[in-house]
């Protein structure tokens, strides 16, 4: 490691200001960086003093990704990967020390066989709005009493107080292992459009609602124990000799109804007396399925996993199992759906679609495949597919002598909150030759309502090239707002929209969401355009571009390629 004469980016002040911080954490420090946030570079800078024990070096001129890429990979204990990858992406930690001086991660490593608790500080350097380094210490806790605290932080969830994912499992399955002959009932709690409640009341009603539900759900379950599953789901896990389910669920909503800050309507799913043979994980898929089976059956509060909801539990598991095989064999293909110019009719765009075959010649829609993949986290791995797959076909054209326009690719909120988005899809499309602009990324608007780190990941696509188109506008709680604030340069307007052309007030949201779109100089696409009826009003709101079946269906690459000819589409010229 560097002397402190290396740090030559901080003065004597902040310097000062830097080592008080870090002698403050009260741990043993085995590394210390300066990360440079434009480069993503690190360098090393070492205490006066201090001795290397270190369990990170890097070679030179490694990027802070890829050290924690390995870093976690070959030492951070399993439970623990997604949360320090999630933690330590560069831009969520810029943003939170936007906010405050610095912050730190609780973690496990695997050393020798063996578990060490470990902190991860990280300490802005310089002013908050005008900072472009920081400090990255590795520590390990000093004291017995300060592991144990350290492993609490890692089990409990920041905002609720109760258990994590990981550690909710780990503690039901400790529990099924303590008591082998007792039954166990599992309860799944979800807020029914918990969006709603944020869109009316802010994020900090909707966090006071959730840390209520939490506090609440534990108290009621002191005979089990109760974790944090999902945004706003919340599992308890109990000993069903207690009472009956009816009566834990009744009385469950009833004291959520009257005591909760805001007014909400709660949903359970319950999967009573468990297997428990099976993995933690899949019961609570269980729960979750029975909850998903009343999700728009306003008359049942509650409901139970049995034999009908089995069956779709299964065609669940069969796509899962299937996944990495299709993908590996190819039988997930890409489809085509041209985009045209709503006044020349000229081909302007593609938007790139997933379709997947099965060996016997049959196609899975993606209504059923694509919410199952982003239920379980696969859907990061077929976005990846999919747009690596774009890229090639892209650069095959090309060299063919085929040139074509923009082809969009569909990035879900799962690959949005994945680690190294940025970075990972300007790799892959510098890998194929494909300039960014050429490649634009459609975000559906639901991804983004609310959520401040997606906004900012949204702003690094576009600084990195990418376009960005935002997808499904008006599928669900749109907000013209969103057109407002969002880093995009396309609105695609959602079919469920383009459906109410010849309904007074659907006509004028629709003008009203053109005109703000073309004040704020983005463009608008209509998708679903079905009849000549359409097309005219959108064409006569100022509508830029039209997707839909009046000009074309999805079809597969070689359609494509025959479309163009029908439509004397010129792939001479870009």
Same mark, same amino acid.
């Given at each position: 490691m560097s002397n402190p004469s290396t740090y030559r980016d901080a003065s004597l002040e902040e310097k000062s200001r830097l080592l008080e911080i870090i002698y403050?954490?009260?741990?043993?420090?085995?590394?210390?960086?300066?990360? #440079?946030?434009? #480069? =993503?570079?690190?360098?090393?800078?070492?205490?006066?003093? %201090?001795?290397?024990? $270190? %369990?990170? &070096?890097?070679?030179?001129?490694?990027?802070?990704?890829?050290?924690m890429a390995q870093y976690v990979k070959n030492r951070v204990f399993s439970e623990d990967k997604d949360l320090l990858m999630r933690n330590l992406d560069l831009s969520f930690v810029h943003y939170e020390l936007t906010n405050k001086e610095s912050f730190h991660v609780n973690y496990r490593t695997v050393i020798d066989g063996e578990i060490h608790y470990r902190i991860i500080k990280c300490i802005r350097v310089g #002013?908050? /709005?005008?900072?472009?380094?920081?400090?990255?210490? !590795?520590?390990?806790? *000093?004291?017995?009493?300060?592991r144990k605290q350290m492993l609490r932080d890692v089990e409990?969830?920041?905002?609720?107080?109760?258990?994590?994912?990981?550690?909710?499992?780990?503690?039901?399955?400790?529990?099924?292992?303590?008591?082998?002959?007792?039954?166990?009932?599992?309860? @799944? $709690?979800? +807020?029914?459009?918990?969006?709603?409640? #944020? @869109?009316?009341?802010?994020?900090?009603?909707?966090?006071?609602?959730? *840390?209520?539900?939490?506090?609440?759900?534990?108290?009621?379950?002191?005979?089990?124990?109760?974790?944090?599953?999902?945004?706003d789901r919340i599992a308890a896990f109990y000993f069903s000799e207690t009472s009956s389910v009816a009566d834990r669920v009744g009385e469950l909503l009833a004291g959520v109804k009257?005591?909760?800050?805001?007014?909400?309507?709660?949903?359970?799913?319950?999967?009573?007396?468990?297997? =428990?043979?099976?993995?933690?994980?899949?019961?609570?898929?269980?729960?979750?399925?029975?909850?998903? $089976?009343?999700?728009?059956?306003?008359?049942?509060?509650?409901? /139970?996993?049995?034999?009908? &909801?089995?069956?779709?539990?299964?065609?669940?598991?069969?796509?899962?199992?299937?996944?990495? *095989?299709?993908?590996? /064999?190819?039988?997930?293909?890409?489809?085509?759906?041209?985009?045209?110019?709503? @006044?020349?009719?000229?081909?302007?765009?593609? %938007?790139?679609?997933?379709?997947?075959?099965?060996?016997?010649?049959?196609?899975?829609?993606?209504?059923? !495949? @694509?919410?199952?993949?982003?239920?379980?986290?696969?859907?990061?791995?077929?976005? /990846?597919?999919?747009?690596?797959?774009?890229c090639a076909q892209m650069r095959d054209w090309r060299e063919s002598g085929i040139h074509v326009p923009p082809v969009s690719v569909n990035l879900s909120r799962a690959s949005l909150h994945s680690y190294g988005t940025v970075r990972k899809y300007r790799k892959i499309a510098e890998q194929y030759g494909i300039p960014l602009d050429r490649i634009p990324l459609e975000i559906t608007e639901s991804?983004?309502?609310?959520?401040?780190? +997606?906004?900012?990941?949204? *702003?690094?696509?576009? %600084?990195?090239?990418?376009?960005?188109?935002?997808?499904?506008?008006?599928?669900?709680?749109?907000?013209?707002s969103s057109i407002n604030v969002l880093p995009i340069d396309v609105v695609k307007l959602d079919k469920s929209l383009v459906d109410y052309i010849g309904d007074d007030g659907g006509d004028e949201l629709l003008k009203h969401t053109v005109e703000l779109a073309h004040f704020k100089k983005l463009q608008i696409i209509a998708e679903g355009v079905e009849d000549e009826t359409q097309l005219d009003f959108l064409r006569g709101i100022g509508c830029d571009m039209i997707q839909g079946y009046y000009f074309a269906k999805p079809m597969c690459c070689d359609d494509l390629i025959e479309y163009f000819k029908t439509i004397n589409y010129d792939t001479d010229n870009e």
């Open positions: 403050a954490m009260g741990c043993d420090i085995k590394d210390l960086y300066t990360v #440079n946030l434009k #480069n =993503r570079e690190i360098r090393p800078y070492r205490i006066a003093g %201090e001795t290397a024990d $270190s %369990e990170t &070096v890097p070679a030179e001129g490694v990027l802070f990704d890829d050290l #002013n908050k /709005e005008t900072f472009d380094t920081i400090l990255v210490a !590795f520590a390990s806790a *000093r004291k017995s009493h300060d409990t969830d920041d905002l609720t107080g109760i258990y994590t994912r990981q550690a909710f499992m780990l503690r039901a399955r400790k529990l099924l292992d303590e008591f082998p002959d007792s039954p166990f009932d599992l309860i @799944v $709690s979800d +807020i029914d459009n918990f969006k709603l409640v #944020n @869109v009316l009341y802010g994020e900090a009603k909707g966090d006071d609602v959730l *840390r209520f539900l939490g506090e609440w759900i534990k108290e009621d379950f002191r005979d089990g124990i109760v974790g944090r599953i999902g945004s009257k005591n909760s800050p805001v007014d909400i309507t709660l949903k359970c799913g319950v999967y009573a007396n468990v297997d =428990r043979s099976l993995p933690v994980s899949v019961m609570c898929e269980r729960a979750l399925l029975a909850l998903k $089976s009343i999700k728009h059956n306003y008359s049942l509060p509650y409901a /139970e996993y049995d034999g009908p &909801v089995s069956s779709r539990h299964m065609k669940v598991q069969m796509y899962e199992s299937r996944f990495e *095989r299709s993908l590996k /064999e190819g039988e997930f293909v890409i489809w085509y759906q041209p985009k045209h110019d709503s @006044v020349t009719e000229q081909l302007v765009g593609i %938007e790139a679609l997933v379709r997947w075959k099965t060996p016997s010649g049959k196609f899975v829609s993606p209504a059923e !495949f @694509v919410p199952v993949f982003e239920e379980d986290g696969l859907i990061v791995k077929l976005d /990846e597919y999919v747009f690596r797959s774009v991804s983004t309502i609310m959520d401040e780190r +997606i906004k900012n990941l949204m *702003r690094e696509l576009r %600084e990195a090239g990418f376009k960005l188109h935002m997808d499904d506008f008006g599928s669900g709680l749109s907000s013209l």
